[in-house]
């Protein structure tokens, strides 16, 4: 089965900085990754997806990166603001297979 | 755009008893929803596959006798936790595909169950 790692678990960072959140997936043949935020004891939003024939997906401040080879894709978040303070969770998907595979979860706060 | 209502938002029951819930597509038909667990401050945990009509798959681990799944429409999944102990108590969301995104997935509001 899909084993979807992330780091780090809890991100600190300055308004106005960029977050950087990593996950790493063992399957191969996954290729559908979307980046979830969930609040505090809320569903989690889709926030960015990208498919394995894309490298890079931007949307105004946040971007996510592919690299298949080394099985690894990052969310970008840039001019932080307060507001993107929540739990990011990556997953990967066969797309075919339907079924997401979540990572543990990142813990970004950002300080006004 | 496609919504998923999940209820109820919030449930405490005794120990021994059963609940169920339910989880509606709103506005798209979702021959497939999945069902996760999460604990505080954990992520989600796919517990098992709902397809309409047939027998749900689950996950390894996952008891299927003590968590039942039932799809019998192409709008409702159900899923009862059967006999809750308190160490079932967690967050529990389901989801189905429809929505944004290019193969969108749009989450139910979430139970939180507390057995006591």
């Known amino acids: 089965g899909e084993n979807v790692e992330q780091h780090p678990s809890t991100l600190s960072v300055q308004e106005g900085d960029s977050a950087v959140i990593k996950c790493t997936y063992s399957?191969?043949?996954?290729?559908?990754f979307p980046w979830y935020k969930q609040e505090l004891g809320k569903r989690p939003q889709l926030i960015i997806d990208?498919?394995?024939?894309?490298g890079e997906k931007k949307d105004q401040r946040i971007a996510v990166t592919l690299n298949k080879t080394a099985k690894h894709f990052s969310l970008h978040i840039t001019e932080t603001q307060p507001e993107d303070s929540a739990v990011y969770f990556c997953?990967?998907?066969?797309?075919?297979?339907?079924?997401?595979?979540f990572g543990t979860g990142t813990s970004l706060t950002v300080i006004p | 755009g496609a919504v998923v209502s999940q209820h109820p938002s919030w449930v405490i029951c005794k120990s021994g008893t059963s609940v169920k819930i339910e989880c509606r597509s709103l506005d798209f038909q979702a021959t497939t929803m999945f069902w996760y667990r999460q604990f505080p401050k954990q992520s989600l945990m796919l517990m098992a596959t709902?397809?309409?009509?047939?027998?749900?798959?689950?996950e390894q681990g996952v008891e299927k006798d003590k968590f039942l799944i039932n799809h019998a429409s192409l709008t409702l999944s159900t899923l009862t936790v059967t006999s809750a102990h308190p160490e079932d108590s967690s967050f529990y969301i389901c989801s189905a595909r429809g929505g944004t995104g290019l193969y969108g997935y749009t989450f139910g509001s979430g139970t939180r169950l507390t057995v006591v």
């Open positions: 990208i498919r394995s024939n894309v």
């Open positions: 997953a990967a998907s066969k797309i075919a297979g339907n079924q997401f595979y």
């Open positions: 399957d191969s043949a996954s290729n559908y």
């Open positions: 709902s397809n309409e009509g047939s027998k749900a798959t689950y």
